[in-house]
């Protein structure tokens, strides 16, 4: 008896699971079915709706739309530009697509540059995509919006403006003869090879270390340098913040960076409070109000170096480094170079100068900077910048509607055959007349323009300048693909040889 009860209530509760499983799975498939149904009729209605008034293009797959696709392609030079090409081929230079569940419209070069220039801080604000927004933080210059970036724009822009430039050149050239002494002449040997993008970022990371908080090289700037690297990897990463992927491990360098930074800034407070402490970009940070008459609080102080650290030394190690791999492909380009430096040498011993640059002599190089100019138009450290629009906005006769993202596309400016002849080919020689307004945009463009771009050109002309003056070089493989990381840049050594006597 007692085993025909346990078999009904087993055969019951078995029954009853089962019924549930089916009840749950026939709700399941409605609901879905409803779901999928709601989201094609209202997307169909929207589409039709505004059909002729939104730019071109295509959503791709719901919420997700080409996010997989563009983050895989942009780790690759020719993969951006592949996926960039194939949109352009279908729906023209403006289009729309969507990126991590948003609508975006990439504009079209150069009316559509000068759209989002001329319109920051009115119609649109700077996006950042999840992880690059969640690797800055709240406060740095580079992520707020309206008064508060204006605000925090004028009071940095102090550091970086044209007579304080003037200032650092004595200094970022004596950062250069360091480091062509510590990581290319301490080879000891006439001829070498060397990972430019490896070796180089050792040098734009001690000229930057150097103006914002008086950190020289050595192991310990060599090991935060470490932990920028790790952070940097974060950038064009999948958000996945589980242990193995590269955005868990910026993260987790994000916050020692910024308890090291913590500790800097604790140690400078001590030594302001007892007259002693050094003159740098941290001190005036703790030390000079802004016009409000405040002082930034210590969290801002920390994300600002955390994004100004990062800044100043990897884009511009990207261009220095397909700047290197451009000359070595070029020989004649290498030849104008020696010429270019040897003259403004020749001429300094003439007037019985000393050896140390001036901002005057960098004004003299004028071949460099086309040669830069070219490289950056190239290879654009930064590929494109996203905004978002604050209100609905017709761009011509398309509307923009507001939430929409908009993006401006460096690669495509720079690609484009109607404003750069031959575009895929390195012309150094095309810089003598300038450029139309609007279609070369490596720093941006508007309120928003890259705020260290003019210490970026000392960076990379001053190490241009003692570089053709002590070795020429040539590349191992000239097919190998330049990989984005998210700056461009390649993994082979060069060959390298000392020129005796130097220039
Ligand atoms: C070759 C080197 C560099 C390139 C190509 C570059 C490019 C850019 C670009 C495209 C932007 C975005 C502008 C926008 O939002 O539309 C930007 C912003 C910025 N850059 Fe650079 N940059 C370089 C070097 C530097 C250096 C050396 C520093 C600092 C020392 C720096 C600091 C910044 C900051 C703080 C912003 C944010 C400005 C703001 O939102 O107001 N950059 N840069």
Redesign the pocket.
């Known amino acids: 008896m007692a085993t025909t009860v346990t078999d009904s209530l087993t055969s019951f509760w078995n029954g009853f699971s089962l019924k549930s499983l089916e009840v749950s799975y026939t709700s399941l498939i409605i609901a879905a079915t409803t779901l999928w149904l709601v989201w094609t009729s209202a997307s169909s209605f929207f589409r039709t709706r505004g059909r002729d008034r939104f730019p071109p293009g295509s959503f791709g797959f719901p919420i997700i739309g080409d996010t997989v696709q563009f983050i895989l392609a942009s780790r690759s030079v020719v993969g951006h530009r592949t996926w960039l090409q194939k949109k352009i081929d279908k729906y023209g230079l403006l289009f729309k697509w969507r990126f991590q569940g948003m609508p975006v419209v990439v504009m079209d070069p150069p009316g559509g540059n000068k759209f989002v220039f001329q319109n920051d801080g009115k119609l649109f604000e700077?996006y950042w995509p999840l992880q690059m927004a969640t690797l800055q933080g709240k406060e740095p210059?580079?992520v707020l919006h309206g008064e508060q970036?204006k605000l925090l724009?004028r009071h940095l822009n102090r550091f970086?403006d044209h007579a304080a430039i003037s200032r650092y050149v004595e200094g970022v050239d004596q950062k250069a003869v360091q480091h062509f002494a510590r990581y290319w002449e301490d080879k000891g040997e006439s001829e070498f090879e060397l990972v430019p993008f490896a070796a180089i970022k050792f040098y734009t990371f001690s000229t930057?270390c150097n103006l914002l908080i008086s950190l020289g090289e050595g192991p310990e700037m060599d090991r935060f340098l470490e932990h920028f690297v790790e952070w940097t990897k974060g950038l064009l990463s999948f958000p996945i913040n589980l242990p193995g992927f590269a955005y868990y491990k910026a993260l987790r360098a994000r916050k020692r960076i910024l308890q090291i930074l913590g500790e800097y800034l604790k140690q400078r407070k001590r030594e302001v409070a007892e007259g002693r402490a050094k003159v740098d970009i941290l001190t005036n940070l703790l030390t000079v109000p802004d016009e409000n008459g405040n002082l930034l609080s210590d969290e801002s102080v920390c994300e600002n170096l955390l994004?100004?650290l990062f800044?100043?030394f990897d884009?511009?190690s990207g261009?220095l480094a397909m700047t290197i791999n451009l000359i070595g492909k070029n020989p004649d380009v290498y030849e104008q170079l020696v010429q270019e430096h040897k003259s403004i040498v020749d001429k300094k011993r003439e007037e019985g100068k000393e050896d140390v640059l001036s901002m005057q002599d960098l004004s003299a190089m004028k071949y460099t900077w086309r040669v830069i100019q070219e490289t950056?138009r190239l290879h654009?450290?930064?590929a494109g910048?996203f905004r978002e629009a604050m209100e609905d906005c017709e761009y011509k006769g398309y509307l923009v509607p507001k939430g929409w993202k908009l993006m401006y596309s460096?690669v495509s400016s720079h690609s484009d055959p109607k404003l750069f002849k031959d575009p895929t080919k390195f012309d150094p020689a095309r810089w003598e007349q300038p450029p139309v307004p609007f279609t070369f945009i490596?720093?941006?463009g508007g309120p928003?323009?890259?705020?260290?771009?003019e210490?970026?050109k000392i960076?990379?002309i001053i190490f241009i300048h003692h570089l053709v003056r002590r070795f020429r070089w040539s590349i191992t493989d000239p097919n190998e693909p330049v990989v984005r990381d998210p700056v461009p840049n390649t993994r082979k050594p060069i060959k390298v040889m000392k020129v005796t006597p130097s220039v």
Do not use: D, K, Y
């Open positions: 700077i210059v580079s970036h724009r970086f930057i994004v100004l800044a100043g884009t511009s261009a950056l654009p450290p930064v910048i460096v490596p720093f941006g928003r323009t890259c705020l260290g771009n210490f970026a960076q990379m």
